[in-house]
C-alpha cells in the first residue's frame, strides 16, 4: 500500500511522518477509538476528485465518538474542510479513500473512557477495490459471531470492535473465499466483515434491520433510496435467515470500501445462476455514475476538491 504524504495531526496538515504518538496512547492499547472511511472518486472528463457525501460520513464519525464519551473539538463542516484541504495538499488524481480516526491521546495505564483527551487525525491514499472479485464473490458464513449492541455496538465504528471483523476475514480468506458472512447472537444474518448485505428474493429487496447489531452504513442507506426510487423494487428490513442466502436470486455486499460488490456463491451454493445479477447490475451502474458526479439528480451529494 502506498502511504500518504501528509496527515491533519493536532489541527493542522504536517508530513506523514511527523504523525506520531508514543506506545502508551491508550487508544493504540485498548482499543478505545473510532475511525470513518471515505471515498473520493476522481472524474476524468471534468477532471475533477468529489469527495462522496463527506458531511454525512462525519455525522456519523462523531455520533460513534459520543459512544465513547468522545467530545471532539471540531463540527463535522470543519472536518470535511480539513479534509478537501487534504487531500489539496497531497494533489491526488485519482480514486481515494479517506480514515479519519478520534483517538485518547493520554499516555496512561488504565482501562476507561472517563476523564480522557481525544484527538483527530486524518489521512487520505488512492484506493482501488477493496474485495479483489466484485462482479462474483464467492463467501462463506462465518463461525464467529458479531458483536452484539451490550459488548461493543457494531452501529458505530469502534476501532477494537475489528478485532471481529479480523477473526471473520481471515478465516475467510485462509479458506479461499472473498470474504464471510456474520451471523448475530441469534443466528440471524447480520452483515460482511465489514459491509452491509442485501438478498433479492421473489423480487423483494431484503436487508437485516439495524436492530440486528450492523453498522448503520452510509452507502447502505443510498441503495434503499436507489433500489426504491430509481430501480423500483420494495425494500424489506427484517431479521433474515442463513438459509435465505442459499434461496435467494441474488445477493450483494454494499460498503463504502467495498462499493457493491456481488455474492454469486455461498459456502459453494450458487446464488441465484452463479453470475453477477440484473438488480445487483444495475444498481452497481447508477452507483458508480452518482459518485463521480455524473449524474445530475445526485450531484449535490458529491463535494468537489479542486
Not at 479513500?97 to 472517563?114: N, T
Amino acid at each position: 500500500m502506498t502511504l500518504p504524504n501528509y496527515a491533519f495531526f493536532k489541527g493542522r496538515i504536517v508530513p506523514y511522518s511527523e504523525a506520531k504518538i508514543g506506545v502508551l496512547t491508550h487508544t493504540f492499547n485498548y482499543g478505545t477509538g473510532v475511525f470513518g472511511g471515505i471515498r473520493a472518486y476522481w472524474n476524468t472528463e471534468e477532471e475533477q476528485l468529489f469527495v462522496f457525501r463527506p458531511t454525512d460520513h462525519y455525522r456519523r464519525f462523531i455520533d460513534s465518538a459520543r459512544l465513547l464519551l468522545m467530545e471532539l473539538p471540531y463540527s463535522e463542516a470543519e472536518l470535511v474542510q480539513y479534509t478537501i484541504d487534504l487531500l489539496k495538499t497531497e494533489n491526488y488524481r485519482t480514486d481515494c479513500y479517506i480514515r479519519p480516526i478520534s483517538y485518547f491521546g493520554d499516555e496512561v495505564i488504565g482501562v476507561k473512557l472517563h476523564g480522557l483527551n481525544p484527538e483527530i487525525t486524518i489521512i487520505a491514499i488512492p484506493f482501488g477495490s477493496y474485495v479483489p472479485n466484485e462482479e462474483e464473490s464467492h463467501v462463506t458464513v462465518s463461525s464467529w459471531k458479531r458483536v452484539d449492541d451490550n459488548t461493543i455496538p457494531a452501529r458505530g465504528k469502534i476501532s477494537g470492535a475489528y478485532v471481529n471483523s479480523a477473526f471473520v476475514k481471515t478465516d475467510a480468506q485462509r479458506s479461499g473465499y472473498d470474504e464471510a458472512i456474520v451471523l448475530n447472537q441469534d443466528g440471524h444474518i447480520s452483515e460482511g466483515s465489514a459491509e452491509n448485505i442485501f438478498l433479492i428474493r421473489k423480487g423483494i429487496a431484503c436487508t437485516p434491520a439495524v436492530t440486528e447489531n450492523i453498522l448503520e452504513g452510509i452507502t447502505r442507506s443510498m441503495v434503499i433510496h436507489l433500489l426504491r426510487n430509481e430501480i423500483g423494487i420494495e425494500v424489506v428490513e427484517r431479521p433474515l435467515d442463513r438459509t435465505e442466502l442459499y434461496l435467494a436470486e441474488e445477493a450483494f455486499f454494499c460498503g463504502t470500501g467495498v462499493q457493491i460488490a456481488a455474492i454469486t456463491s455461498v459456502d459453494h451454493r450458487l446464488v441465484g445462476t452463479g453470475r453477477l445479477g440484473p438488480i445487483t447490475d444495475r444498481l452497481r451502474q447508477l452507483y458508480f455514475d452518482i459518485v463521480r458526479g455524473k449524474n445530475p439528480k445526485y450531484r449535490d451529494l458529491c463535494v468537489p476538491v479542486y
